[in-house]
């Protein structure tokens, strides 16, 4: 399985050192592409990867799935050519899919498809197994630490400032088509929760800003007429606060299934 990436920040390094280790069975780095060429060059000559820096027109050609570990705002250029060659795109950016619909209507056209990793959640299996019958109702609070949410785009427009708060402060409550809007670097997991269960309109969503937690903390709550049930995750931030290192194993996790002979969940 030849394996693209687009975006060498945390998330993609990992992918891409992975990947030239020979960690992932079946699967080898067939090329990335970046905007910072020279940071990428001198990215793959630490780890010792030859693999090409090309256009995403490329990589939609020459791999047989393309991982988008990319700032969200990029995701639609991202996808159009490789769902248009029928080709697979793992999607990080979740919360733009709400954004750009016709991405989807793309690849069910091309034959293509778009993966959504668990990235910092868990539960997606039971959530899309409830969804096979009634949901009644999807609610998911989110902590993070202060640095983990600044600069995002809502707390600008509402003049929210949090920088200097020394309690708990609940900074948006609605739907999760609204947080993805507001936060598009950092609630992608509410958009994928919305995605596997009862849409983004459904899927509600508090954001808390905490300074006491060190953590990215999510708790979602589900009743549905097959089953109540709660989930809670504690993600450590990787060296980009915004993000969870479990979201780049999830990534990994997301690869190895692709291509094992054993394969565990829905």
């Known amino acids: 399985m030849r394996v693209g990436i687009v975006g060498l920040g945390s998330i993609g390094r990992t992918v891409a050192r992975n990947l030239h280790e020979g960690k992932i069975p079946k699967a080898v780095l067939a090329g990335v592409s970046v905007r910072d060429r020279a940071k990428a060059e001198e990215f793959l000559k ?21 991982v988008e570990c990319a700032p969200p705002t990029v995701l639609a250029e991202i996808a159009v050519p490789v769902l248009a060659a029928g ?31 668990t990235g910092a959640l868990i539960g997606f299996d039971a959530v899309s197994a409830a969804a ?46 609204e947080a ?7 609630v992608n ?5 919305s995605l596997a269960g009862i849409g983004a309109d459904r899927t509600t969503i508090e954001i808390w800003a905490d300074p006491s937690v060190t953590r990215n903390i999510h708790r979602v709550v589900v009743e549905a007429d097959s089953a109540r049930f709660e989930m809670s995750i504690e993600n450590v931030p990787s060296e980009n606060p915004k993000t969870g290192r479990i979201t780049a194993l999830s990534v990994l996790a997301a690869l190895r299934k692709m291509t094992a002979p054993l394969r565990i969940g829905t």
């Open 189 to 193: 997991v509410a958009a994928a929760l």
């Open 46 to 66: 630490e780890i010792g990867c030859k693999a090409p820096q090309v256009t995403i027109e490329a990589l939609a050609r020459d791999a047989d799935i393309v």
């Open 132 to 177: 096979e019958g009634e949901i009644q109702s999807v609610k998911m609070i989110t902590r993070k630490p202060v640095k983990g949410l600044l600069g995002a785009p809502y707390l600008i427009d509402h003049n929210i400032d949090i920088a200097t708060i020394r309690e708990p402060l609940r900074v948006f409550q609605g739907s999760a088509r």
């Open 87 to 117: 080709k697979k795109l793992m999607v990080l950016s979740a919360g733009m899919l709400l954004r750009h619909p016709e991405l989807i209507a793309l690849a069910k056209e091309h034959g293509g498809q778009i993966i959504v990793p």
């Open 180 to 186: 993805a809007i507001g936060f598009p670097e950092n």
